[in-house]
């Protein structure tokens, strides 16, 4: 009789465990498919989203214990078939629900990673796999272009930012915008890229952030609205005014005394490589984000 009361209380806590465990992956879902309240914000959305994925877990629950033990076994199944099959380990998910989340705090220059957003998810998978910094084609592309702009004594005084500025823009000078295929979200390689330098929004973040990763630098990808474009590091939030001075040493003309617009990410310094801006921090054209797909280095 202790021997199956003791089994008894050892089921109800994995069952109570099971229901903990599926609230958080169900409230992402959730908020990816129901429509946001528009007079609350984001935070508030996700936090209704929790609380309707708890009073799931628990209805389900109470209709059959065997159904939630399948919602967690469905889960873990995914998991393992994208760990498997996807070549995407265990390793690999914090950096999807990175991709799924981030919060633009009260400082608007700020990016953390903590607010769910629809449908980036896939994106991130898809530009990663796109991605070719190590491709011999594209590190020859990074290094002549790097070189091409600016002499030896811009170097001297702002080091590798010379190289990323040069490629900036060799890339943005020489870009014609085209339309995606009717019916099809494509994702040029950069190894196509390379030789048309056309292509829409997307195209152009893959190409530019393969080709500085190509020549050393570490870039990531932004999601807006309606928009994708290159962030780069350039340093800490320390090195703001060394950086300012860099742009507008580089590109006086373009920025004529304008505004160097970035983003903070736990101290580094990030600043856009858009080409919808005449020069690196431009303005940003959609300054609501998304997601921020990061590459490992």
């Not at 209805?59 to 760990?83: D, E, Q």
């Not at 996807?86 to 705090?105: C, F, G, I, P």
């Not at 994702?187 to 530019?208: F, H, K, R, V």
Request: glycine share 4%.
């Amino acid at each position: 009789m202790t021997r199956i009361l003791h089994l008894t209380l050892i089921a109800n806590f994995a069952i109570r465990f099971i229901q903990i465990l599926v609230v958080f992956p169900m409230a992402v879902l959730i908020s990816f498919y129901l429509p946001r309240i528009s007079f609350v914000d984001q935070e508030l959305n996700f936090l209704i989203c929790m609380m309707l994925a708890a009073a799931i877990s628990v209805i389900v629950t109470k209709i059959s214990r065997k159904l939630i033990v399948l919602m967690f076994v469905g889960i873990l199944g995914t998991i393992f078939f994208n760990s498997t099959f996807d070549n995407h380990t265990m390793n690999n998910l914090q950096s999807d629900y990175n991709a799924m989340m981030v919060n633009m705090t009260s400082n608007p220059h700020k990016v953390s990673y903590f607010k769910p957003v629809k449908g980036t998810y896939f994106q991130e998978r898809r530009v990663k796999s796109t991605m070719q910094p190590t491709h011999p084609e594209v590190r020859a592309f990074a290094v002549e272009n790097s070189t091409r702009f600016f002499h030896d004594e811009y170097y001297q005084k702002f080091n590798k930012l010379t190289r990323y500025f040069s490629l900036f823009k060799h890339v943005r000078n020489n870009w014609r915008y085209v339309n995606d295929p009717v019916g099809l979200d494509y994702y040029s390689p950069p190894t196509e890229s390379i030789g048309l330098l056309a292509g829409d929004c997307d195209d152009y973040a893959i190409l530019m952030a393969s080709s500085i990763m190509a020549i050393g630098g570490e870039a990531r990808v932004v999601i807006s609205p309606s928009h994708m474009y290159t962030e780069v590091k350039v340093g800490t939030i320390e090195d703001l005014d060394k950086v300012s001075l860099a742009v507008r040493s580089l590109f006086p003309d373009e920025v004529n005394g304008g505004k160097i617009h970035f983003h903070e990410t736990n101290g580094d310094l990030w600043i856009n490589f858009d080409y919808s801006a005449a020069h690196p921090g431009g303005p940003f054209l959609e300054p609501e984000l998304y997601s921020v797909i990061s590459f490992t280095k």
